[in-house]
Nanobody, 125 residues
């Protein structure tokens, strides 16, 4: 069974930085998309940043030039470096994996098979 465990969240002041980590275990697919999503209070879950095994990257417009997604295959870990944080970045952040998919196929969130439990990020102004 695939498991994803996030860490690195917390509280930070506006303009600060945080790095989220997501350790993945049990994934046997050589082709996949992994990414970060978030849900702010009263809002729908939204896509933040994605990468795939063919070098594809995708960022939400609201985080471009501030957030960087990366992967360390040796550690089976996905990262999200978040810089210049704003109060509107406050949300529960989730990592997820879409096994067998690539970004060029433009899968919906429903194609993400497994999700982490989520981790809170709070940015105070």
């Amino acid at each position: 069974e695939v498991q994803l465990v996030e860490s690195g969240g917390g509280s930070v002041q506006s303009g600060g930085s945080l790095r989220l980590s997501c350790v993945v275990s049990g994934n046997a697919y050589k082709q996949y998309i992994m990414g970060w999503f978030r849900r702010a209070p009263g809002k729908d879950r939204e896509e933040v940043a994605l990468l795939d095994t063919h070098g594809g990257l995708k960022y939400a417009d609201s985080v471009k030039a501030r957030f960087t997604i990366s992967e360390d295959n040796a550690k089976n870990t996905l990262y999200l470096q978040m810089n210049s944080l704003k109060s509107e970045d406050t949300a529960m952040y989730y990592c997820a994996i879409a096994q067998g998919w690539l970004l060029r196929e433009m899968p919906t969130q429903a194609r993400f098979d497994y999700w982490g439990q989520g981790i809170q990020v709070t940015v105070s102004s």
